[in-house]
T-cell receptor, first 118, second 114 residues
Framework: GAGVSQSPRYKVAKRGQDVALRCDPI?????LFWYQQALGQGPEFLTY????????KSGLPSDRFFAERPEGSVSTLKIQRTQQEDSAVYLC????????????????FGDGTRLSIL | ELKVEQNPLFLSMQEGKNYTIYCNYS?????LYWYRQDPGKSLESLFV?????AVKQEGRLMASLDTKARLSTLHITAAVHDLSATYFC??????????????FGKGITLSVRP
């Protein structure tokens, strides 16, 4: 497909388990973002990659959260020792903007992974 | 810290009438975005506003940006049921034209009734 693809669509885990969420961005998009959306709230920034470089991880809530994009394409968000407050929808977005030019291209979002921690 | 506020948070609209919703933000920013989200779905980009005085229109929706007032408005003309959704505005700050994070408001849920 042509859009941002995320998997799994739904994930249920027991507290304390580790989870891994996958994002496949739009082909050719060098910029990739992860956001967390709690119920009834707007998305909140977690981290940003340009190609394989993680340029901003200021939104990761704790050291239990880790993201990677080793080949500059697919990205994985990993949450270790999950806790109930990690329950949320995790959204991935990609963009064709690579910097310096003043472009009107938005971030394109995937359908998200709904994570429920029991 | 950049803050984005939207109001009202919920709006019940009557079919055929016009409405305006608001987004204001706390510090100078480079771009403002409007997204639409249907329940259980992802965010769909509606508008990207780049500069002061920018106005964009798509169908029954028109968005404008006043960077001096740090305010964006989304005007709805002759509301129809298909417009029922949650609308988010998001603000981006960047210094070189490079990507940076979006800061979202809490969203405004619009419901159109007959």
């Amino acid at each position: 497909g042509a859009g941002v693809s995320q998997s799994p669509r739904y994930k249920v885990a027991k507290r304390g388990q580790d989870v891994a969420l996958r994002c496949d961005p739009i082909s050719g998009h060098v910029s990739l973002f992860w956001y967390q959306q709690a119920l009834g709230q707007g998305p909140e920034f977690l981290t940003y990659f340009q190609n394989e470089a993680q340029l901003d991880k200021s939104g990761l809530p704790s050291d239990r959260f880790f993201a990677e994009r080793p080949e500059g394409s697919v990205s994985t968000l990993k949450i270790q020792r999950t806790q109930q407050e990690d329950s949320a929808v995790y959204l991935c977005a990609s963009s064709s903007r690579t910097g310096l030019h003043y472009s009107n291209q938005p971030q394109h979002f995937g359908d998200g992974t709904r994570l429920s921690i029991l | 810290e950049l803050k984005v506020e939207q109001n009202p948070l919920f709006l019940s609209m009557q079919e055929g009438k016009n409405y305006t919703i608001y987004c204001n933000y706390s510090t100078t920013s480079d771009r403002l975005y409007w997204y639409r989200q249907d329940p259980g779905k992802s965010l769909e980009s509606l508008f990207v506003l780049l500069s002061n005085g920018a106005v964009k229109q798509e169908g029954r929706l028109m968005a404008s940006l006043d960077t001096k007032a740090r305010l964006s408005t989304l005007h709805i003309t002759a509301a129809v049921h298909d417009l029922s959704a949650t609308y988010f505005c998001a603000v981006e700050r960047s210094y070189t034209g490079a990507n940076s994070k979006l800061t979202f408001g809490k969203g405004i849920t619009l419901s159109v009734r007959p």
